[in-house]
Nanobody
């Protein structure tokens, strides 16, 4: 069984930044398509950003929903064997539990659907508040 280890959650003021990281317990990040989802109290889980499998380049394709585009960036760091989500200009509506997810198949906008992913992290809390 593969585990996903998340780190980097916490509290930040509106307008601030946070970086979340996720490392698989087995194999490398290049073996997986990966994503971040979030779930706020009383709301459905939603996709935040995804990054595909692409072993031919240093920049695997990413998918970021319009509401997060320009603020959120997702990357794989092969040297550190981690996937990171850089979140900027955070607003209170970004407060939620954020989950790392990993899977083996899927491309394009499919990677923003939770059913694609086989492995999930435990979640890390992000709170944006003044």
């Amino acid at each position: 069984q593969i585990q996903l280890m998340e780190s980097g959650g916490g509290s930040v003021q509106p307008g601030g930044s946070l970086r979340l990281s996720c490392t698989p317990s087995k194999y490398t990040v290049n073996n997986y398509c990966m994503a971040w989802f979030r779930q706020a109290p009383g709301k459905e889980r939603e996709a935040v950003a995804s990054i595909a499998i692409d072993t031919t380049s240093n920049s695997p394709p990413t998918n970021i929903p319009p509401s997060n585009k320009g603020r959120f960036f997702i990357v794989k760091d092969v040297a550190k064997n981690s996937m990171s989500l850089e979140m900027n200009r955070l607003i209170p509506e970004d407060s939620a539990v954020y989950y790392c997810a990993a899977g083996y198949t899927g491309t394009g906008s499919l990677l923003l659907q939770s059913r694609v992913y086989k492995y999930w992290g435990q979640g890390t809390q992000v709170t944006v508040s003044s």
